[in-house]
């Protein structure tokens, strides 16, 4: 019952931004750009901050008329920068920052735009880098992890600004090809040409960016940092074989294939396996 009516829900707004589209292209597409960027989960308030987050030193940046929440959990001078996916926030290492502090590495988790404690209303994967970026300055780390869309921001980061004190990254889950994310979302609602057509124009004129540049295919040509890439063969969020992508896009990188983790990749086994990849001279 509740596939039918996702599925009637979803249809339903379609058509209705189809019908507005031969009426308002341009505040239709705004309809379609905002459904497809606007979290419908992952913010929190200062009531409900997790436990986890509490044991950080919370320190709020300011960028461009936004505010970047960081969490800090203080060590050496080597500092990893985490970065999360889309509807999650900074809390979503939980599992895996025992054996991240167990390094005894400084860690910064952030929350991304729209996320967390972070401002905004809308996400993409551009506006992502950009607040990696702001923060990479303030922090200067030495590793970014990422996990499903955070891991494709922190290529797409690497890739955009080339930073040459990032040394290594850890990609877990992360897909490969934005056009892929981008069609299943116009198939879902039904999309017409004229939608479709306004977005890959909206991304243009707002981003100066071609949303086929988004593929990790072109963008990680230029990337040239260690990398550890893992994908488990039975992520239904993401397919495995956007890992495999990755894998070969990045030069310099190694791949972990898992089984039965899913997409979330919290696993003990991995979790020692980065943090060897991380020790490595």
């Known amino acids: 019952m509740k596939k039918i009516n996702y599925f009637l829900l979803t249809k339903s707004i379609g058509f209705y931004i189809n019908v507005l589209s031969f009426i ?78 167990e390094s005894g590495n400084t ?14 209303i809308d996400f993409n994967i551009p506006k992502y880098a950009e607040f990696i970026n702001h923060v990479a300055k303030q ?12 891991g494709k921001a922190c290529l797409y980061y690497q890739s955009l600004y080339q930073n040459p004190s990032i040394q290594k990254m850890v990609i877990l889950g992360a897909p490969s090809d934005f056009i892929v994310i981008f069609k299943n979302y116009i198939k879902l609602l039904s999309l017409n040409s004229i939608i479709y057509k306004g977005l890959e124009n909206y991304y243009l004129e707002n981003y100066n960016l071609n949303i086929t540049e988004l593929s ?12 550890f890439i893992a994908h488990d063969k039975e992520d239904k969020i993401v397919p495995f074989s956007e890992g495999e992508k990755n894998a070969i896009a990045c030069k310099n990188s190694i791949f972990i294939s898992t089984k039965g983790i899913g997409h979330n990749m919290n696993d003990t086994d991995l979790y020692q396996k980065i943090v060897l990849f991380i020790a490595e001279e």
Do not use: C, M
């Open 24 to 101: 308002s292209p341009k505040r239709a597409t705004q309809k379609a750009y905002y459904l497809f960027s606007i979290p419908r989960k992952g913010k929190i308030t200062l009531n409900s901050i997790p436990e986890i987050l509490q044991n950080a030193e919370a320190v709020t940046l300011d960028f461009e008329g936004n505010t970047i929440q960081t969490y800090i959990w203080k060590g050496d001078e080597t500092l990893i920068l985490l970065i999360h996916g889309w509807e999650s926030n900074s809390a979503r290492w939980k599992k895996a920052l025992p054996f991240l502090l």
């Open 107 to 120: 860690i910064v988790a952030i929350d991304a735009p729209a996320h967390g404690l972070s401002s905004g």
């Open 139 to 150: 922090y200067k780390p030495q590793i970014l992890i990422g996990h499903s869309i955070g």
């Open 216 to 227: 990790d295919q072109i963008l990680s040509s230029n990337i040239i940092t260690k990398t």
